[in-house]
Every structure is written in C-alpha cells, then in structure tokens.
C-alpha cells in the first residue's frame, strides 16, 4: 500500500452521484478524495488549489465539459492525471479524451472496485480505457467533421436561423450554409437538426 494515499477530484455535477462515488472511493485505504465540484468550470482552479494526483470528470457538466477542461488541465497543471467518467459510452468521445490528454475512460455503469483499480492504473502511468468502447472506437473512425462544421452544428442547435450563427461566428450566412450542407451530407442525414442529433450521438460535438 502507498505510505500517502492517491489524491482524487471529482467533478460531477449529480450530486447524489457526486456524493455516492466521494464515498465508496473514500473507503479504499490508499485514496482520498481531497476536491469535490459540480461544474466543468470550477475544474481547473480546483486541481490547482488542491493538486490532487488524479482527477475524476465527467464529460457533460454545466459552464465547461470535462473534455475542455482535460485540454486545459494538460497545459496547467500536467502533474494531475485526468480519467474520464461518464454515462455516454460514444466512440467520439472517447477519441476527444485521448486527444486531450486524458490517461483513462470508464462509463459509469463498471463496479467501484474497477473504478478504485482504474485511478491506481492511471496514476502509475498506464492508460485504462473500457474494452467495449475501445473495440467500438476502433471500428468507428475518427470524426470526418471539421472544426468549423463542428462550430457551425453546435450554433445551429434550438433553432438558430442560418443569419443567428453567421452572427455569433463571424462569418458570412452563404458560408454557414455550406458548413452545414457538408455536416449533413456527412452524417448522412436529411436536415441540420438530424446531423446535430446524430453527431451529438457518435461523440462528435
């Protein structure tokens, strides 16, 4: 057993879940949950004013996603481990942890032991990534969308007109429309809210 115990943070932003998980993990002997938060936001400072080894986030949290803050932790504070925890097993996601930095990625229905397993793993250098999102990862592929469509498709959602989001990114309304032409015929879908619907679904977003 390590003489110090691991020092996690959890972001989590169900509480009753955020609670459940500070307290199983907290009952391993070498782990201690030194930071808990409920917004992708508070992520960062958290980590730097508590330096936790490693930090547990999920991927869909109010103000910023885990995803994000992953990027950010890897320029800020490399020191901290980061695993990815969440309820969406998408492929998509999965390739956007890794591209982040993140060391793991476990979806949330795996028992506490493999949880408690998984934060040791990352902590002495390994990658953890669940083997059934990994085999579907694999035979996914990567995104075709590109960073614009992706922006694009993202402004599009609640029903912004094609002016709204040539608005709000600063580009002309005949360029929104070819973006979201291309992210259709990419996601092999018949309109912009299908297309925003299915790459939401495969991790894309």
């Not at 925890?85 to 996601?93: A, I, S």
């Not at 250098?125 to 993202?154: C, F, H, K, M, Y």
């Amino acid at each position: 057993m390590n003489e110090k115990p691991v020092r996690v943070l959890l972001a989590e932003d169900q509480g009753m879940m955020r609670g459940a998980l500070a307290l199983l993990l907290g009952m391993e002997p070498d782990i201690e949950v030194v930071a808990q938060v409920g917004t992708g936001d508070a992520i960062v400072d958290a980590v730097l004013t508590h330096r936790p080894d490693v930090a547990l986030l999920d991927i869909e949290l109010p103000g910023m996603s885990g995803l994000d803050a992953a990027a950010e932790l890897r320029e800020r504070a490399p020191g901290c481990r980061v695993l990815i925890l969440t309820t969406f097993g998408r492929p998509g996601y999965l390739r956007r942890a890794m591209d982040a930095g993140a060391a793991g990625f476990l979806v949330k229905d795996g028992p506490v032991e493999e949880l408690a397993t998984a934060v040791r793993r990352v902590l002495a250098g390994e990658t953890v990534v669940d083997p059934g999102l990994a085999a579907a990862a694999l035979s996914a592929g990567p995104s075709p969308l590109t960073a614009r469509e992706r922006d694009v498709l993202r402004e599009s959602a609640g029903g912004a007109t094609v002016a709204d989001i040539a608005a709000r990114l600063h580009l002309s309304e005949s360029t929104v429309r070819n973006h979201l032409s291309s992210a259709i015929g990419k996601t092999s879908t018949r309109n912009r809210t299908e297309a925003l619907h299915e790459a939401r679904q495969r991790g894309w977003l």
